[in-house]
Every structure is written in structure tokens, then in C-alpha cells.
């Protein structure tokens, strides 16, 4: 079956590295993509001794995947080079939302191809014959979060866009003293029966995984990503969390974890430089507001702000209230105070 799909896989690598050229100018993914179906073609057509034929082939593919490689990393200079600051804004404003033209036109083509999992954005498949299509094109599972392609979150220009999205931050209730206690080891263990179990939780209600800091996790709920009610995602997701770390998580290990879910208008996009190491993130006062409200919330709490509250359209009756000073901000932040049971109440500062 793979021989066969040979003949299609070739070629129309070779045609989009072309369509990439007549956009970037760049020749290298060009020319490794036509050697490598060469290759390929050499072998498909007989003409070749068989002891040659495994050389063919592989070198042949490795040299599609390179062409490929070259041609995305042009096509990516070429991005950050021709457009305005205003382009790269709504470039990322249609992304963040889910309604760019090109996504859309990709959800169709790859949505004709065999299997799930998929790319909840994009539709590449990530397995079956599929998988061999987006693999050239870079639709492989983000390392931000395996629902998504890395190539809808990272084959964008440096910059992006100011978008309402909703935060979560959880950390683990007095980890210093914990690590005290327990030991290094046995403590690194525990924060990874953390990282695994807020892993679970995030993709499952598709978030991006800004990242882990230490005995904290913050998720981002975009609506390109997580739907318009992600506000309502972050909160759900925050139940979950709490769930999977408490005492009645069924084989889970225990661990006192408190979080902090708001929304707000906050930077979302590509920081970093055009040749270097550069991540997705989001930037505001809203994720340092979102960050202090984790910090404050006891074992077994999560602090939802007003904000995020309305954004779900939370039923509030008969959850306590709080006004908390934060620090830098002018005026008190009103939040909301989930309590999911399973944790002891551990007030220990981090």
C-alpha cells in the first residue's frame, strides 16, 4: 500500500515545494524535494538493480522530508519579512479565532484523508496513510498540546494579536515544605504525577500548555482553539485538576492543589526571534492577575474571577466571594470560590 501511494506522494510534494518557491524564492526545498522524487520515481519505474532499491527509497524520502523542512523554514522567512505589523495582527487575529481562509480551506483537504486523531484545528490526520501527507507539510502533534498540529501554532510570523482569552493557573499548596519533608527525588516524582495529571486535564479540554514553572501549570483557553465558551472550558478544566489530584481520585496520587481561572484581553502569539528559539505565550496583566489568584487559593479551591464568571455565565448562588488586593493593581479583584472536596485545607505558603 505504501508502494502505491508512492505515486501520488512524490509528485505532489514536488508541486507544493514548487507553489512554496513561486512565493518565497527559495530554491533549496525545491531542488532536495525534486531529487528526492527522482529518487523515488527511478525505483517505481524499475529501473534500478534491487540491492539499490531500499538506498532509493530511503534516501529518496529523506530527501522529500528535507525539502519539505527547507521549504517551511523559507516559507517562515518569508512571512516575517514582507508583512506589515498590521498584516501580522490580523494574520494572528484570524488564526486565534479559527477563521483564517487558509485554515479553512485545510480543514477541507485534510478531513478527505483517512484517520483520527486529528488536528482539531487544521483536520491533519496524526495516524493512518494520511499522517504521511501532513508529516511533509509539518502537521505533527504540538508539543503544546497533541490535539493540535505544531504547524497551526508555530508556522506563523513573529508577533500576534490582543484577544480575549481565559486563563488557568494551578500550583501545588506548599511545595516548599513538601519538598522539605519528603526529599528531592520523591519530590520531583510528585511533580511529575502532577505535570501528567494537568497534561490529561488541559488537552482534554483543549488548551494550549503555555507551560510548567515549577509546581505550577498555566493553560490558555483560546476560542480558535478551545470554542467560544472557553471561559467555561477553564473553569471545568479547573474542577478536573482539583479532581484528578484530590484524596477520592481513584488510583491518583494526592496532592494540595489550589488554582485561579479569569479572562481578559491579554497578548497571544510568537515571541522570540526570526532565526532562533522562539514559543507561543500569551502577555498581560490579565496572566499576572490570573497567577496571583492561584497563589491565593487554598487546597482543594479555585478562584474564578468576575470576569470569567460572566464569561461562563456561572450560576454564583451560594458561592462565597472574596475582594483581594492584589499587588500592583489599583483595585480589588472580586472572585468567586469553587471548592472541589478531596483536599485538606493547606493554607502554607509556596
Not at 21 to 36: C, F, K, S
Not at 179 to 198: C, H, K, M
Not at 283 to 293: C, E, H, K, Q, V
Request: aromatic share 6%; proline share 5%.
Amino acid at each position: 500500500m505504501i508502494h502505491q501511494a508512492l505515486w501520488v506522494f512524490a509528485p505532489l510534494n514536488l508541486v507544493l515545494l514548487a507553489r512554496g518557491y513561486r512565493r518565497h524564492r527559495h530554491l533549496a526545498g525545491v531542488v532536495l524535494g525534486g531529487l528526492g522524487t527522482v529518487s523515488i520515481l527511478i525505483h517505481l519505474f524499475g529501473h534500478t538493480q534491487q540491492r539499490n532499491i531500499l538506498t532509493l527509497i530511503w534516501g529518496g524520502t529523506a530527501l522529500l522530508a528535507a525539502g519539505a523542512l527547507a521549504d517551511r523554514r523559507a516559507e517562515r522567512r518569508h512571512l516575517n519579512a514582507h508583512l506589515t505589523a498590521e498584516e501580522v495582527e490580523r494574520y494572528w487575529k484570524a488564526v486565534l479565532s479559527g477563521e483564517h481562509p487558509g485554515l479553512r480551506r485545510g480543514r477541507r483537504f485534510y478531513g478527505l484523508l483517512p484517520k483520527d486523531p486529528r488536528c482539531k484545528l487544521c483536520n491533519a490526520p496524526f495516524a493512518g496513510p494520511g499522517a504521511w501527507v501532513g508529516r511533509l507539510a509539518g502537521k505533527q502533534p504540538s508539543g503544546k498540546n497533541p490535539n493540535f498540529c505544531g504547524d497551526c501554532l508555530a508556522k506563523t510570523p513573529v508577533g500576534g494579536a490582543e484577544v480575549q482569552i481565559s486563563m488557568l493557573f494551578a500550583d501545588i499548596r506548599g511545595s516548599t515544605a513538601l519538598a522539605e519533608d519528603i526529599g528531592p527525588t520523591e519530590f520531583a516524582a510528585a511533580l511529575n504525577r502532577f505535570y501528567q495529571a494537568a497534561t490529561r486535564v488541559l488537552v482534554r479540554h483543549n488548551a494550549l500548555i503555555d507551560r510548567f514553572v515549577g509546581d505550577e501549570v498555566i493553560g490558555l483557553f483560546v476560542a480558535g482553539y478551545a470554542g467560544q465558551n472557553h471561559a467555561s472550558q477553564a473553569i471545568s478544566a479547573a474542577r478536573s485538576l482539583l479532581e484528578a489530584t484530590g484524596h477520592s481520585s481513584p488510583g491518583g496520587p494526592w496532592l494540595p492543589v489550589g488554582a485561579g481561572v479569569h479572562t481578559g484581553t491579554v497578548f497571544v502569539g510568537v515571541v522570540g526571534s526570526d532565526e532562533g528559539v522562539t514559543d507561543i505565550t500569551a502577555l498581560g496583566d490579565p496572566m499576572n492577575a490570573t497567577a496571583r489568584l492561584a497563589s491565593l487559593a487554598g487546597a482543594g479551591e479555585v478562584l474564578v474571577s468576575e470576569e470569567a464568571a460572566a464569561a461562563a455565565q456561572l450560576d454564583v448562588s451560594g458561592l462565597a466571594t472574596r475582594d483581594l488586593d492584589l499587588k500592583g493593581r489599583r483595585e480589588p479583584l472580586t472572585v468567586r470560590v469553587l471548592t472541589v472536596g478531596g483536599h485538606e485545607r493547606d493554607q502554607r505558603p509556596n
